[in-house]
């Protein structure tokens, strides 16, 4: 879909709109709007009562493009298809969190932009970040700390403890591959992707790939 509309932007069109009912749609809209400067971006969201019309291009601008571009991450590393939801926090406290903290913006919309690599300053940043998540009032900067303490307190159940390092890493890559390499190159007809192994997917024995 995102594909199409930016196809009638080059050719000329100026008001374009998208029937959708997912929110990946949305994100991507409100994204690609950022682009396609002087076009009317709308979505046709929804169904029967719940149906209403979404102007991209308005959400897009209120929040400016950069931010608009980092959408992407937001999006993916809060929970999509392909990446898992964080428990018990939904991409509205991520959406405060990323407002509130400049220095992890900057990290959101890098991540938005196809990288190659996710560098360490990046993994301090989301590392910081999840440790808010988790623990409003917490200090500490690497979630192995965070996780150590809120086990040690004893009154929490596991879902509700932090990821591992690791298994933050894995999950930051998974939604890196989906925001930056799939979801923002979504005007590329035909994609070149990097190797699904490298950002936090494996084959299993039937040869299906699942989340390392």
Known sequence: MVLHAW????QGYRSIIIHATDTDVVVLAIAMASKMNGCAMWLAFGHEKNFRHIAAHTISTHIGPERSWGLLFLHAVSGCDTVSAISGSGKKTVWDI?????????????LSHAPAE????DMDNIERSFVVLYSRTSSLKKVNEASKQ?????????ENIPP????????KKRAVFQAGHIWGQSQIANQELPLLSDWGWEKNADDVWHPF
């Open 118 to 121: 996710v560098t360490n300053d």
């Open 164 to 171: 591992t390092k690791e298994a933050l890493r894995q999950h």
């Open 150 to 158: 809120l086990f040690a307190q004893g009154n929490r159940k596991l």
């Open 7 to 10: 196809h009638a932007y080059q």
């Open 98 to 110: 990323w407002s509130s903290k400049p220095n992890l913006g900057k990290v959101f919309i890098h």
